[in-house]
């Protein structure tokens, strides 16, 4: 079946502007996560959903950052006067909750990459 | 706070030539230990799930290893095809979220 989906593939903006970066997660999975992964490391969290409501959101770096999921399926990041630091690949995982209520295997989108100038 | 720490930063392997990759890690209640394979500009993808001590997983030349302080990864025999970075990562009891170590960058010559 269709795989985690994130667009756009690549986004460059100036510093300043702002951007939304979308996911669109595995049929079914009512488990969302975004992270950020900057060049030679490993991925940094930034926000879960379960449903359409953020269980976590203990990642954002501060409130420039925000993640909504409005219908339970579907997510946006959205950045505010984004900044050169913010320059890094944006990954979205789902997953499905398991009997016991805990996260199962997370599986991952292809990622957007975001240069700010 | 959960720590995950892979050893060696990067691996030169000459096709063949065995090798193991080392991921330590600390946290509070272990769920599960995941290792996953990044190529260069995509996404992490699922190798395997771990989620006690002793517990071993297979796929073709590649094997994950457990214990209550670390993970190994064995490569047997490798191709030039699995040049990537490998990314381990646990998911403590409770937390949605994963912590991911550094990676390790493996690259396998012909």
């Known amino acids: 079946g269709a795989g985690v989906s994130q667009t756009p593939s690549n986004k460059v903006t100036e510093k300043g502007k702002y951007v939304e970066l979308r996911c669109d997660p595995i049929s079914g999975h009512t488990a969302l996560y975004w992270y950020r992964q900057s060049l030679g490391q490993g991925p940094e969290f930034l926000i879960y959903f379960q449903g359409t409501g953020a269980a976590d959101d203990s990642g954002l770096p501060n409130d420039r950052f925000f993640a909504v999921r409005p219908e339970g399926s579907v997510s946006t990041l959205k950045i505010q006067r984004t900044e050169r630091g913010d320059s890094a690949m944006y990954l979205c995982a789902s997953s499905s909750i398991g009997t016991s209520g805990a996260s199962e295997t997370q599986y991952f989108g292809p990622g957007t990459r975001l240069l700010v100038l | 706070e959960d720590q995950v720490t892979q050893s060696p930063e990067a691996l030169r392997l000459q096709e063949g030539e065995s090798s193991s990759l080392n991921c330590s890690y600390t946290?509070?209640?272990?769920?599960?230990l995941f290792w996953y394979r990044q190529d260069p500009g995509k996404g992490p993808e699922f190798l395997f799930t771990?989620?006690?001590a002793g517990e071993e997983k297979e796929k073709e030349r590649l094997k994950a290893t457990l214990t209550k302080k670390e993970s190994f990864l064995h490569i047997t025999a490798p191709k030039p095809e699995d040049s990537a970075t490998y990314l381990c990562a646990v998911q403590a009891r409770r937390r949605g979220k994963l912590q991911f170590g550094a990676g390790t960058q493996v690259v396998v010559t012909p």
């Open positions: 771990l989620y006690s």
């Open positions: 946290v509070s209640g272990l769920r599960g």
